[in-house]
């Protein structure tokens, strides 16, 4: 793994470069500009777009959307885990249904919420946390299962009560499966809101990237997507950073292994 | 009254193919408060099933384990077994002073004194220095030192060991078990120790019980009369230690060999 503190140069480079050849082809041909304007208009629309304050009612919408359903998801998914993971007769009942509804595209039930919560916002809400659930469960499940039972023992033999052996030892025990499990969530949370603004919004970072196609206003589309990536990788940089503060221990324990 | 009584204690485990596999045959004994004593068998005699069972982490087939004389069922609080793996049994989350603070916490105090008293317990295992450590930073001698110390900072009265030091470098051992006699008589915790290593079982007890192979049962208790505080060299020097060592080493082989 790379040491993360070191700037990664070529990696930038790379990135860099592929702009630069953006910025002239799109320049070099006008009849293209038209769908792919060159990156210099796309960042000044984005400039416009944020000093005039339009789409920063947007992205809050989509981050409060964001919040709202990641957050829920995932302390569902990690109370529903640990206790399936435990309750091991428990999870037999749901298997099946966890498999056949864990695979199935999450878009694909948009319709369905659609129908039954109208196109609101908890429309929107409610299939970003049925998304990121999937990976945020079946992570936890397989983590608590992996839990040695001499910790479990352990915490038997010292009197802990069921409650306290959940709480207490299965959460940490399982904890770096579970931060898997979020990281994946994290991502899904955000194609989701993305994805449901574009089909049912009339405000997010969604609903602007499509309404703004819609007008021919291809800049300012693209800087509705520049703005989703940046939001995207905001978003998994600061998890990394909490995970790093709450893994630490995780981390050092597994590099030690490893030298 | 004994601190801790087995009676007619047996347990069978049904296997995948449906026949039945009788770990512990029938195992009667009591313990006394403040006493030291061990298990000694072969490997693979069902001693951990039996630690297991009297620690209420296993029901036992038939038969019943009484602490001050009331039934065991589940883990009872005046007992806490410590394992063979130190390395499972450990909080990898915890630092070592976290690792012990729970031993405290497990029974309720959650005091400001409690960091004190784990620091104590720590330092009389020998690792003061290393409270801010993590288990899996440690040796594994010093990582069973950890495992002792939260064992001890939950002041049980019974202290269950499941060939604690089996895994450790001979040294090791040694001088593991010289800090576990010191503890002991400092703390006058009652200490049921189950080994496979005779001399072991002969150095620390006041008594021992030889166990049969599986089933298991045992075969011959045997007083074990040597001065405390007892010394590496000179203790196991002793000519008396070398004739117990070989009536047992032959009790369990010919057993064995039937």
């Known amino acids: 793994m790379n ?3 070191k700037f990664n140069w070529p990696g930038w480079l790379v990135f860099g470069a592929i702009l630069v050849f953006w910025e002239i082809t799109s320049r070099g041909l006008p009849k293209l500009q038209l769908y792919i304007p060159p990156i210099s208009q796309i960042f000044w629309a984005l ?3 944020l000093l005039s304050g339009t789409i920063a009612k947007h992205l809050s919408v989509s981050l409060a959307r964001f919040l709202e359903g990641y957050l829920l998801a995932a302390a569902i998914a990690v109370a529903l885990g640990i206790v399936l993971g435990y309750f091991r007769s428990l999870h037999s009942w749901l298997e099946m249904l966890i498999e056949f509804l864990r695979p199935m595209p999450s878009v694909a039930i948009i319709p369905v919420a659609v129908l039954i919560l109208g196109i609101g916002d908890s429309m929107i809400v409610a299939v970003t946390v049925y998304a990121s659930m999937w990976p945020v469960l079946v992570n936890t499940i397989e983590g608590v299962r992996h839990i040695e039972s001499t910790l479990i023992d352990t915490a038997r033999t010292f009197g ?5 052996i959940l709480w207490q030892i299965i959460l940490p025990g399982a904890s770096s499966y579970i931060v898997t499990g979020l990281r994946i969530g994290l991502s899904i949370a955000l194609i989701l809101v993305t994805t449901a603004e574009m089909v049912v919004g009339s405000k997010g970072l969604g609903f602007f990237i499509l309404d703004e196609e819609r007008s021919m206003n291809s800049a300012n589309m693209y800087a509705g997507i520049v703005l989703v990536a940046v939001l995207g990788y905001a978003l998994n940089r600061g998890f990394l950073t909490l995970e790093g503060k709450a893994m630490k ?11 | 009254m004994p601190i801790l009584e087995v009676q007619d204690l047996s347990k069978s485990y049904r296997q995948a193919g449906g026949e039945t596999t009788v770990a512990i045959g029938n195992i009667s004994c009591q313990v006394e408060a403040g006493e030291f004593v061990s298990f000694v068998g072969p490997s693979g005699c069902g001693k951990t099933t039996l630690l297991m069972s009297i620690a209420g982490l296993l029901p036992p087939t038939s038969g019943r384990v009484l602490v001050k004389g009331s039934e065991v069922a589940g883990p009872p ?3 806490v077994l410590l394992f063979q793996e130190y390395n499972k049994s450990l909080f990898a989350w915890r630092s070592v002073l976290g690792n012990v603070r729970f031993g405290l916490e497990a029974r309720g105090d959650h005091s400001a004194g409690a960091a004190k008293k784990a620091g104590d317990l720590i330092e009389l295992v020998g690792l003061k220095g290393f409270e801010n450590h993590y288990p899996w930073e440690l040796s594994g001698g010093m990582q069973q030192r950890v495992a002792i110390a939260r064992a001890l900072a939950y002041e049980p009265e019974v202290l ?4 604690p030091f089996g895994s450790l470098d001979a040294l090791t051992r040694l001088e593991l078990e010289d800090t576990l006699l010191r503890l002991w008589q400092e703390l006058r915790t009652t200490i049921l120790f189950i080994t496979h290593d005779i001399e072991e079982a002969i150095y620390l007890s006041d008594r021992i019980w030889v166990l049969s192979r599986r089933p298991s049962r045992i075969i011959q208790e045997l007083k074990i009369a040597f001065p405390r505080p007892r010394d590496q060299v000179t203790t196991r020097a002793d000519t008396r230690f070398m004739k117990i060592r070989n009536d047992i080493y032959r009790q369990i082989s ?3 060999a039937e």
């Open chain 1, 3 to 5: 040491a993360p503190n």
């Open chain 2, 77 to 79: 609080a005046d007992l």
């Open chain 1, 249 to 259: 221990w995780h981390h050092s324990m597994i590099a030690r292994e490893a030298a």
């Open chain 1, 160 to 164: 802990l009560s069921r409650r306290r």
């Open chain 2, 254 to 256: 010919h057993r064995g």
């Open chain 1, 47 to 49: 400039g416009q777009l």
């Open chain 2, 160 to 163: 269950l060991m499941d060939e």
